[in-house]
């Protein structure tokens, strides 16, 4: 019977593939600088379509319900892209959307859909927040509230 239970449950684990190609954090000091480009740098193994994510962990102290990023992909010749883009993360009563833990909150933001990369190439991803507050022209200088920022990519062939 034990024999039995642990075939399945080995089955079970190394049936289970992950999807993600690439995933790396960096860990935000206090506040986020404006001036503090977050950047990955990364290789794929294989030429296929891909969604790609900034994920973004924050706590208690993040003020706003949205955050804009502008971000920027590479690969080694050229930008491949660059997007300034919306993302709410806190719905009308000001409840933080996303997975919960602990005192962190964890949201995955869609950054590319289906996109194809190419493999044994050199990418890279840079994240800087844009945040301003109504009626100030210029962006906000320093973020609170957030703890980390981080870059996945999960296959999708």
Known sequence: ?????????????????SNIEYIQYNSIENQWDKDSIQNFVFELADTKKYNTYIN?????????????????LKDSLSVLS???????????SGKFLGKKRVNIIE?????KEKIELGKNKKYSVSVE???????????????DGVVDVGYKIENID
């Open 56 to 72: 973004l962990r924050i706590n208690k102290d993040y003020p706003f319900s949205n955050i804009f990023l502008i971000t920027t």
């Open 107 to 111: 949201n995955s933001l869609i950054h």
């Open 1 to 17: 019977m034990r024999f039995k239970i642990l075939l399945i449950t080995s089955f079970f684990v190394f049936s289970c593939e």
């Open 129 to 143: 927040h844009a945040m301003r507050v109504i009626n100030k022209v210029s962006g906000l200088k320093s973020l």
């Open 82 to 92: 660059k997007d300034t883009l919306n993302f709410k993360i806190a719905d009308k």
